[in-house]
Structure formats: C-alpha cells, structure tokens
C-alpha cells in the first residue's frame, strides 16, 4: 500500500484541463481515443507486483506528462494537457510547483519527439518541486 494517500486527477478532470487549454490557447476539439485516455488517467495509479510503479510525487506527475503526449488522446493540445495535468496534480497534493518554462518545454517535446522519456520529465518535476 502507498504510503502517502495521493488526489489523482479525474478523466473529467483531464477533459476539463484540455478544454480550458483550447478556450485559452485555441486548437481543434476532438477526442481521438477516449480508451487510451482512461489509461493515461490510470497510469499514475498503478502497482506491479504489489509496488507502486510511480512512487513519488514527481514520478506520477511525469507520467501523466509522458502519457498524455505520448499516447495522444486528443486532436490537439495533447503536450499542452500533459503538462497541466501534471502541474493540478502537483497542486492538488499540497506541491507548489516552480516549472523553468524553457526547461519544460524542451523536455516536453523532447518526449512529444521521441528524442527522451519519462526520466527526462521526472528530472524536471523533481526540480520544480524542490523550488517550490
């Protein structure tokens, strides 16, 4: 069992974080695979084994990160809703997050690129937690 009791984010709350990104940012609506949604929603959670595979705050905040812009769910705003994803979750688990915006973004399409993964994105949870 975790040892710390984590406020996931919701499938609604996925879908809320990418329409407020498209009235803020614009792009085109649309879900393209509500399945593979669900799973970037529960990937997070996950346990193999009886362990948890994303253990710390950082590392759950990386996944829903890497697989919100890895699995692309959406039309559009995918990398946009993979990273305020990540930062509600933050938030919501009493994190306050100091992100290096050139940082983020060349990690978060870095990984959009297949040029990193996940670790990348940890490192950079993890240092925007410690500076907050």
Not at 18 to 46: D, I
Not at 56 to 80: Q, S
Not at 112 to 117: E, L, M, N, V
């Amino acid at each position: 069992m975790p040892s710390k009791r984590w406020n996931y984010l919701s499938l609604n709350d996925v879908l809320q974080l990418h329409q407020l990104s498209l009235e803020r940012f614009g792009g085109l609506a649309g879900l393209l695979n509500e399945g593979g949604l669900e799973s970037c929603v529960e990937q997070p959670k996950t346990f193999v084994f009886g362990v948890e595979r994303f253990p710390t705050a950082a590392e759950k905040a990386a996944a829903y990160c890497f697989f919100l812009v890895c699995k692309h769910p959406f039309i559009d705003g995918n990398k946009r809703v993979g990273f305020l994803a990540a930062k509600l979750f933050l938030e919501q688990n009493g994190y306050a997050p100091v992100f290096d915006n050139d940082e983020m973004f060349e990690a978060i399409d870095s990984v959009a690129a297949g040029r990193s993964g996940r670790d990348r994105l940890v490192e950079v949870f993890s240092r925007a937690i410690d500076q907050g």
